[in-house]
């Protein structure tokens, strides 16, 4: 099978062609460092992190790269910097800021089983290559000087709002921006803008003789050059950066390179929401990955980052995703039933896996899960091909699940050596898989009053089974 992905430029599915089979490129937008990472912001951070992995299956791992930007300029960090260290010059409460949150997101993010990508440029560190855009631009007549703003001229080119698929009329009647003296068209963006005193600055380009910064947009066009080239495969992000965001990223490197195309394909995930409601502060569900990992505000544990990940990939990544308590204890039940069901059986135990920790290290996934994700990432059907490997007791389809569970970032062999990773069980395991094919023979036979026998029995032990329509599959100890 070919690899197939959703790309919203075309907003068609196609297979997906790198520019280059060997040097495969993909760049995400990633976190502004100024606080901790909520599960919104887990949500693309998890998805490119099951892509990066698929596309290394299946190019290799030395070809691919991956570049994930930290914004460390920005006006919310300069407030969270002012507001944290009020006596330090703010350069310098700027730096602890975005050191500390950047190390933050890298522990949660590393909690959850993401892979750390190729590069992670900081914008600070790119502004030679802004300015190198921004003059381009200017020489090019798609950018002009006003008040000493560098601005991008939306007008001057001709299929400007494509990614949106929205007109510039369209985008003029309902646009929500800044009314300026010094813009052309109130939809001009600012690709460089004055320092107000005390804040970072840089010499400006375009002949401005007072140091600026740049604004957000150009960030993340510069870096991407830097790292991938002027044209790549694969952008993402979330769906709220479609409009203005990745919108003006493209009007900007085209123009600047002249270039049919920024990238080929734009992959964006989609919103998502808490228990059927927007998540903000003023509602007080408000949820930060740490606070999941380290606390008990969502749910009545601490959870793990494998049952966080599990919970954000059972909802395809392009549509909306409800964050609850009950999907997140369902995922616990069900990683819980592969862990148990992996160290389950003979000598096949979790001491035999110890022993033979490299070879294990090494197992593939298996080819239903790898074809699943072929197809635009359909988590969900990987997920029914987990369940299928679970249910059969063979030391074949047990490396196979593990196999692919560590494939998906779900289950490492940490997490499975881990001692909290395994709960004991209130009676033997033998008798539990005794139980519960006694229980799968009454509901074939119909006999219902003994299945419900079997499954109160079990209960006052302390056992919560699950069923479905394959039978009894999965269970949880009794909280």
């Not at 909520?38 to 070809?63: C, Q, S, T, W």
């Not at 929500?176 to 813009?183: D, F, G, I, L, S």
């Not at 979790?350 to 699943?372: G, H, K």
Request: net charge negative.
């Amino acid at each position: 099978m070919e690899l197939r992905l959703y790309n919203t430029l075309t907003k068609e599915k196609e297979v997906f062609q790198p520019l280059d089979p060997a040097r495969v490129r993909m760049y995400v937008c990633g976190p502004t460092v100024y606080d901790f990472a909520h599960i919104g912001n887990a949500r693309p951070v998890i998805v490119f992190d099951v892509l990066y992995r698929l596309l290394r299956h299946l190019y290799g791992e030395g070809k691919v790269k991956y570049v994930r930007n930290i914004t460390d300029v920005d006006d919310k960090i300069n407030a969270r910097a002012a507001e944290e260290y009020p006596k330090l010059l703010l350069n310098e409460a700027i730096r602890l800021v975005t050191e500390k949150t950047e190390k933050q997101f890298h522990d949660d993010v590393d909690a959850l089983g993401c892979l750390r990508p190729d590069v992670e440029p900081r914008a600070t560190e790119h502004i030679n290559e802004m300015r190198d855009l921004i003059e381009r631009l200017v020489k090019a007549g798609f950018a002009y000087v006003g008040e000493e703003h560098v601005l991008f001229e939306v007008g001057k080119m001709a299929d400007y709002g494509k990614l949106a698929r929205r007109s510039l009329d369209e985008m003029e009647a309902g646009a929500r921006v800044e009314v300026a003296p010094y813009k052309r068209n109130p939809m001009d963006f600012v690709l460089w803008k004055p320092s107000k005193p005390n804040e970072p600055g840089w010499p400006s380009p375009a002949g401005i003789k007072t140091p600026g910064r740049p604004g957000w947009h150009i960030e993340c066009s510069a870096m991407s050059w830097k790292h991938l080239g002027e044209t790549f495969d694969i952008h993402g992000g979330g769906i709220d950066l479609v409009f203005p965001h990745h919108e003006n990223e493209i009007a900007q490197s085209r123009c600047a390179f002249h270039t049919p195309i920024m990238a080929k394909t734009w992959m964006h995930n989609g919103f998502l929401q808490v228990e059927g409601e927007k998540m903000s502060k003023s509602l007080g569900n408000f949820v930060t990955i740490r606070e999941l990992l380290a606390t008990k505000k969502f749910g009545d544990r601490e959870w793990t980052g494998d049952v966080i990940r599990l919970s954000m990939l059972k909802t395809h990544y392009r549509q909306p995703l409800d964050w609850t308590v009950a999907a997140l204890n369902e995922s616990y039940s069900v990683i819980n039933g592969w862990r148990r069901h992996l160290t389950s059986g003979g000598d096949y135990t979790m001491a035999f896996i110890e022993q033979n920790r490299e070879q294990y290290e090494t197992f593939l996934p298996a080819q239903d899960v790898v074809s699943s994700l072929l197809d635009d990432l359909n988590f969900s059907q990987a997920i029914s091909a987990l369940h299928k490997l679970a249910r059969i007791d063979s030391v074949e389809a047990k490396q196979a699940l593990f196999g692919s569970l560590q494939f998906l970032g779900i289950l490492t062999f940490e997490e499975m050596a881990s001692e909290q990773s395994f709960e004991e069980l209130p009676i033997s395991k033998e008798m539990l898989k005794a139980r519960i094919a006694a229980r799968n023979l009454a509901r074939e036979n119909k006999d219902w009053k003994k299945s419900d026998e079997i499954r109160d029995e079990l209960k006052a032990m302390g056992v919560v089974i699950k069923d479905n329509k394959d039978g009894t599959t999965s269970w949880e100890i009794a909280r």
